[in-house]
């Protein structure tokens, strides 16, 4: 593979520097006096795949906006390699480097999988034949190549979601945020993307944020885990931490017995 | 630099849209020199025009999704700019006093009133465009419709310097088919030129998905006004083109039909491809003018068949109605003319300068 040494593909900075993070601080959002998320940090070393897990409703798409710019916190900061961004826009946090997917993937539907990802690969200031080529490069990099002109809405489902792991790579970002990439997917598929996506920091020099429900997913790739529930932080540390934290084994399973009561 | 295999395809494959529907609208022209008949040169001159008109919509419409009414407001500006610029002096200095001295003394050759009348149009769209184009999608369609209407009770008013309802007379009548084929031309060039742009690209993934385009770093307001800007410069020309072809300017003739019927021949043609803004002008035409012809009467032998006035326009809306209904995405769907020469996946694929590894 040529990749690793190519300019266009990965940014030129080497990854791991100390500065070089994205830092979410005392994050709160309320919703008509509801808060959705209330007073989470954490930081997110470039380089590393960082796993933000939580039960159903404990906020984590909601953070995902916040760092995103989707969504205004009603208070806390979010810090790009030290630089407040809070204030940032959607559009220019992308053209700085934080890049998200979506949980519904949102695809350009009526173009072509190689413009979907060249959208993104201009929208990162390159030019239009640059971007072709990343684009290109990016969806060999996934193997994805024998679908460039397929039109998007054309694809099968768990294609699809790759595709918009994809785009977001042609964006060559410094910080990917994954929301819930393997919604979805059978076994074999998102044993699949686990490879594809613990290629990704090497490759692109990026940060991963990865938010997920699949617990095979976040044990397999993450480096750090971050555990949230009711929109407050309950727990961060290594995978095999977060499997024998007690605060986190009650929140899923307390969740889940719950569910089980609420059935009978 | 070495050309990369397959690049000169690739380029042909790019313009093909351009190339083909020009050779289609030449084609059309010189039958039409050659059978000599008036009614139909007449006919096919103020399709082309309609054509430069709707390919200006199309630009801003087509690929950016949002609707805009305010594009007989544009045309207006420029055909009335270029009559500012070509009416005799003389003529102007009693039927337009309120002109400053120097659009009075003005007497500019067709060319540069031309260019000098969408150039203004062009700004005025662009300041227009910054006003309300960051408002959502149809709170900006609304908005162009307040353009629409103030754009028209102003001229419609302004009788120092556009006659207010009576019509300007006396402009230079160098409009033909071969004038408005070579703008037509040009105008599909801007447009296909813009849509295989990045600034089009960009355009057309918030046309797809506004939240996801925003994510993946596209401006969409700066790249709204980029489109509305560069369209209303094209729809500036069919404007003046219009003036020039029937010598005679209306405030009314820019108002709600005209935007109707160049907005419906986007939509029955499909308003997300260059073909099929051209085809939607060429259906809504031949239908328009086969009743045009039988709201007058035809003679059949002894019979003579006529349908009563205003058929034509329910017509149109029935056939609107219908292609809204069962091919929302109009009669070409978002397709080009496909390219003929058979389909070489390689040659579609960018050409990578490939490094190979030692």
Redesign the interface.
Known sequence: MTQHADPVLAATAPAGVASERLEVSDAAVKFEGLAAIDGVSFALQRGDIFGLIGPNGAGKTTLVNVVSGFQHPSRGKVLLDGRDITSWSAHRRGTHGLVRTFQAVRLFRAMTVLENLEVAAVGAGLGRRAAERRAYEILEWMGDAHRALDRADALPYGDERRVGIGRALAMAPRYLLLDEPAAGLGDAECDQLMQLMARVPQDFRCGVLLIEHNMRLIMGVCHRIHVIDSGRTIAEGSPSQIRNDPAVIRAYLGSKSERRRARN | MRVPEGSIERGLRRVWPLVSLSVILTAVVLLSDVLGEPLLKRTIAEALIKLIAVVGIYIFMGNSGVLAFSNATFMMIAAYASAWMTLLPSLKRFSMPGLPGFLIAAHLAPLPALLLAALLTTLVAFLIGAAILRLSGIAASIASFAVLAIGYTVYDNWESVTMGTSSVIGLPMYVNTHVALAWAIVSMGIALLYQ???LG??L??SR??E??????????YYQRIVAFTLGAFVLGIGGVLQGHFLGILTVEAFYLQLTFITIAMLVVGGQ?SLTGAVVGVFVVSLVTEVFRQLEKGVQLGDLTAQVPLGAEEVILGIIMLLILIYRPQGLMR?REIPWPFGKS?AA???T?T????P
């Open positions: 295989v742009s990045r690209l960009a057309r993934a797809e998905d939240a996801a385009a925003r994510a993946y770093g596209v401006n969409v997300a978002g996946v579609t694929l960018p990578l490939r490094r190979v590894a």
